[in-house]
């Protein structure tokens, strides 16, 4: 089993910037993918970022350029730098871990809500 827990949410003007962190905890050792998915009111959830094991990163082209996925495996702790934040980034982001490979290895956290709006 693997624990995520999501931090750094909030309201932030448009054109601010916040760091959210996913901290995990538990059997880690076969997760390839980590990655923020979010979901804005009346929309469905969709892939923000990820990131695979050997360092492989993709962005949802709405936040190329603007927000940027980094980790510390020290910590197990993976981070999403958003800048330039729009009002429709407005959304409960989510943490993702898994293994594509196997089905029951797939771990969710419960969000946390970023408002961007002035």
């Known amino acids: 089993q693997v624990q995520l827990v999501e931090s750094g949410g909030g309201l932030v003007q448009p054109g601010g910037s916040l760091r959210l962190s996913c901290a995990a905890s538990g059997s880690i050792f076969s997760i390839r993918v980590m990655g923020w998915y979010r979901q804005a009111p009346g929309k469905q959830r969709e892939l923000v970022a990820a990131i695979t094991s050997s360092g492989n990163t993709n962005y949802a082209d709405s936040v190329k350029g603007r927000f940027t996925l980094s980790r510390d495996s020290a910590k197990n702790t993976l981070y999403l730098q958003m800048n330039s934040l729009k009002p429709e980034d407005t959304a409960v982001y989510y943490c993702?871990?898994?293994?594509?490979?196997?089905?029951?290895?797939?771990?969710w956290g419960k969000g946390t809500l970023v408002t961007v709006s002035s």
């Open positions: 993702r871990w898994y293994n594509p490979d196997y089905s029951g290895m797939d771990y």
